[in-house]
Each structure stands twice: as C-alpha cells, then as structure tokens.
C-alpha cells in the first residue's frame, strides 16, 4: 500500500468516526430533550465544537499515520536490507510525500466531488426551509452534507490512485 | 466504427536494463512519487510531456523509447 493510499484511508476512517460520534451524540442529547429545535446557539456550539474535534482529529491522525507509516518502512527495510537507517527512511517518505502532477490532478477531481456533494447538500437544505422544517434542521443538513462531502473527497481520491485517472 | 487513442510504455523494460532499477529509484530521478511512477507503468496515468521527458531522461533514451502512441480501431 503506498503512501497517498494508506493516508486516504487514514482521512476516511477519522471522517466516519467524526461523523458517527456527531451524529450519536446529537440523537442522544436530542432524545435525552438536552437540544430543542428553536435553541439555535446550542446547535451552534456543538456544531462548532465537532468542526474543532473534526481538524483536531485530522491532525492526530496524520501523526499516529505517519508513526505507523515509519515504523511499517523500517520493518519492511530491515526485512529486505537486514538493517535500516532514520535518514533512509526519512527520505523514503519524504520521497512518496512528493506531491506531484498525477496528486494536484486527482486532488482537483476529487475536490469536485466534494464540492457537488456538499451543493446538494445546500439545496436539499433550501427545499427544507421552504417546506417550513425548523432551521435547525436545515442547519445539521449543511453540517452533514460538509463531512460527507469531506469523505467522499477521500474516496474519489483512493479511487483514483488505485484504479488511475 | 470509431477511432481510439493508446499510450504505451516501456518503463518495465527500461528499467529492467537500467540494472533493475526499483520504482522509488525513478521516481527520485523524476522527481514524482512512487504512486505515479506504478500509475504510469501499469498504463492508468499518462503523464504530461514534461514528466514524460523526464522519465525518458532517467534512462538516458529518446521519449520515443518510453512511450509509445498508436491509434486503436474501435469495432463498435
């Protein structure tokens, strides 16, 4: 597995976790009658709380992503070499860190996707103004469909690397 | 019945004869990561001139000795 593949699926698992722990503890606080529909600046809060949770987590990730990553290199270098050294591996991922044509051009495809998800998201959300559902709804329509948009700009990606542009 | 367009590659080969030359030594001479240098080899990216240029370059071969363009007829 190379390096753009194993980080996509890196980002997809951070981005269900972030949306399935949003949407859990939105369901429970909301059974729970901790959220109403016309508090507009709790939903806010918390909306603005999992988008923090959401980046924090991003960046955990690619730690712990890039720990694994190194220690899987320095396996698979002393396997085949017998030995390995820091700067090696070092270059090594500095070497697949390289974002080139063939990245810019899936990242920009990808990044279409997202875009379109998150579109539809937008105006699905516009229908349920219209058709007098509260805000707030209209508001967790936005937030989902941003995360989702998010994921499925992962997935486009790891399609791309692994099938090609 | 229609035309289709077909790039080629050599890279296996060349690389075969450049003393076996891995994938991450090309892509350090191409300066590209490794994930292009498998996507071009394996025919599911074709790179833009400059990067063909410099594939060919890290052989030390014409372009024409990589890459190959042929037109496909399509029987549909």
């Known amino acids: 597995m190379s390096y753009q593949i194993a980080k996509t699926v890196a980002n997809i698992l951070s981005g269900i976790a972030i949306l399935v722990v949003y949407l859990f503890y939105v369901s429970s606080s909301y059974q729970a009658n901790l959220l109403s529909m016309n508090e ?3 939903w806010a809060q918390i909306m603005l709380i999992f988008i923090g949770l959401g980046i924090a987590m991003a960046i955990v990730v690619q730690i712990i992503f890039h720990i694994l990553f190194s220690i899987g290199l320095a396996v698979k270098q002393s396997i085949n070499n017998g030995n390995c050294s ?3 591996i070092e270059k090594t991922i500095q ?16 990044m279409r996707v997202s875009y379109i998800a998150a579109g539809i998201g937008f105006v699905t959300s516009l229908f349920y103004l219209v058709f007098d559902y509260p805000v707030v709804v209209t508001l967790n329509i936005l937030f989902v469909s941003f995360f989702i948009g998010g ?3 992962s997935f486009t990606q790891l399609y791309y690397y692994t099938r090609g542009v | 019945m229609g035309k289709q367009f077909e790039i080629t590659n050599n890279i296996r080969k060349l690389r075969f004869f450049a003393d ?4 991450q030594q090309l892509a350090e001479k191409a300066e590209v990561s490794r994930q292009t240098i498998i996507a071009i080899e394996g ?4 790179p833009s001139l400059e990067l063909a240029f410099r594939i060919a370059h890290a052989f030390g071969v014409h372009i024409n000795e990589v890459f190959d363009y042929r037109v496909v007829e399509n029987k549909k």
């Open chain 2, 20 to 23: 076996e030359m891995t994938q």
């Open chain 1, 40 to 42: 507009l600046k709790s």
């Open chain 1, 95 to 110: 070497m697949e860190m390289v974002e080139d044509e063939m990245g810019k051009l899936i990242e920009l495809k990808s």
């Open chain 1, 151 to 153: 994921i499925l700009d």
């Open chain 1, 86 to 88: 820091d700067q090696e």
């Open chain 2, 43 to 46: 025919g599911k990216y074709s």
